[in-house]
């Protein structure tokens, strides 16, 4: 009975120092860039524009958007443990609220944001603008030079998150696909292009606007992670440079929300 205790005793005493260095950071995050690509012509844009587009228009061309993130303050070797992206609807096509799918899909290849701005479709800047060169368009990953595989975007077969969008407001993802695609970008930096957004393309005039990174409601990404090796989050918290617009938070509760 004594070695048993003895052994109970010994168990516990490891699993406190084991646990002695767990902790959750969470770091929020802008995009570092956004785009929208029109599928009905290549050479328009939308770099700047205050808004991102996915669904279909009333004329029938389908909008699609891509965002990416810079996640380089996370320290190499970290666990993530959750992940949730908050968009902010502000219109939605011809103002009617019916709930569509928005789905998020893993993007394969790397693109650009350049300095195009919308100037077509009556002021909301759902018809884009003219690419200038650097842009994503349907075509062109970096306008107009690079190209993706398939026009419209290269990005995964499997849906990462989706939900509901319906009356404009704020509206949440999160998924174990998400917090997958986070944990790949982390472990290989290289893969980091983002996401992509789909809405209803089977339908007319289920396009949706959210605010884009220029706007006064871009999308914020809230990652939860447990740090790796101490001396990764000395290295990142002496000076690392950062591309992105982020906040580090320490010790954050793993059930934290945005």
Not at 83 to 112: E, H, I, M
Request: proline residues 5%; positive net charge.
């Amino acid at each position: 009975m004594f070695r048993l205790k003895k052994i109970s005793i010994v168990f516990a005493l490891l699993a406190m120092i084991s646990g002695a260095d767990v902790r959750a950071d969470q770091l929020q995050l802008t995009p570092v860039k956004d785009n929208t690509l029109y599928q009905k012509s290549d050479s328009l844009s939308n770099a700047k524009g205050i808004g991102v587009f996915s669904g279909r228009t009333g004329d029938g061309s389908i909008v699609r958007c891509v965002m990416a993130f810079d996640l380089s303050a996370i320290p190499p070797g970290s666990i993530i443990q959750e992940v949730s992206l908050t968009l902010r609807q502000t219109n939605t096509n011809n103002n009617a609220p019916q709930a569509r799918t928005v789905s998020l899909y893993r993007v394969t290849k790397d693109w650009g944001e350049a300095t195009s701005q919308a100037t077509l479709g009556g002021g909301g800047g759902g018809g884009g603008g003219p690419a200038t060169a650097g842009d994503a368009t349907w075509l062109h990953t970096f306008f107009n030079t690079s190209f993706w595989e398939n026009p419209g975007g290269d990005f995964a077969p499997d849906v990462s998150g989706s939900i509901q969008v319906a009356a404009n407001g704020d509206y949440v993802w999160r998924s174990a696909g998400m917090t997958a695609d986070v944990q790949r970008w982390v472990d290989n930096r290289e893969s980091n292009f983002g996401w992509l957004l789909r809405g209803d393309e089977d339908n007319l005039s289920t396009a949706k606007r959210f605010g884009s990174r220029e706007s006064v409601s871009p999308p914020v990404l809230l990652v939860q992670f447990s740090p790796g090796s101490s001396r990764g989050r000395s290295d990142r918290r002496a000076g690392a440079p950062r591309l992105g617009r982020g906040r580090l938070r320490g010790n954050a509760a793993p059930d934290s929300r945005p």
